[in-house]
């Protein structure tokens, strides 16, 4: 990164500190002890999950990977993942892409069979696969402290459609947005 680009970093992240620490005292642990988890491989835990799902439970899951920025953050939220019925344009799912190969994102596309991904957080690039790959679809996105937003919310589905219309400038969105978290 060149001298002039950390120099506008490090500016923009003084200006945001304001807003990082809002975030920070929103999604704090009220408990203040955290929560203990331990990190499996996904090649070795996501199979399972798809087993559960695929017998009519749910499952709730940590994200891990920056791909769903902003909606999701890595190792901060949690994913309620149930069996799906019919998937529409604008849900995130869980979805083996290729043998071994999960990936949480979002559908842009659906013809057909065939269904088009990508992260929120990516600014190119698409996933392909069947409804055959799907595992599950999210119906809960839970935040720290146990904070819950379901999937059909309204206000949260029409951020979802503002951000997809957004993509031409998403690079710069994105940029703004990690001044304003605390990594």
Not at 39 to 54: A, M, T, W
Not at 82 to 100: M, R, T, Y
Not at 154 to 178: C, E, V
Request: proline share 4%; glycine share 8%; aromatic share 10%.
């Amino acid at each position: 990164m060149g001298l002039l680009k950390r120099i506008i970093f490090k500016i923009g992240r003084l200006l945001a500190t304001p807003w990082r620490r809002a975030k920070e005292r929103k999604y704090a642990d009220p408990s203040g002890e955290g929560v203990q988890r331990k990190e499996f491989q996904n090649d070795k835990f996501l199979p399972l999950v798809r087993h559960y799902i695929s017998q009519g439970e749910t499952a709730i899951i940590f994200v891990k990977g920056y791909s769903m920025r902003p909606f999701l953050e890595h190792l901060r939220d949690r994913v309620k993942l149930a069996p799906w019925k019919e998937l529409n344009v604008g849900d995130a799912i869980l979805a083996e892409i290729a043998p071994g190969h999960f990936v949480l994102h979002r559908i842009i596309e659906i013809d057909g069979k065939n269904i088009t991904l990508m992260g929120d957080g990516n600014i190119r690039g698409t996933e392909h696969c069947t409804f055959d790959n799907v595992c599950g679809v999210v119906t809960e996105y839970i935040r720290p402290a146990g904070h819950v937003l379901l999937a059909t919310d309204t206000k949260l589905q029409r951020r979802i459609r503002l951000w997809r219309r957004l993509l031409p400038i998403r690079r710069y969105l994105l940029f703004l947005y990690r001044l304003t978290i605390n990594e």
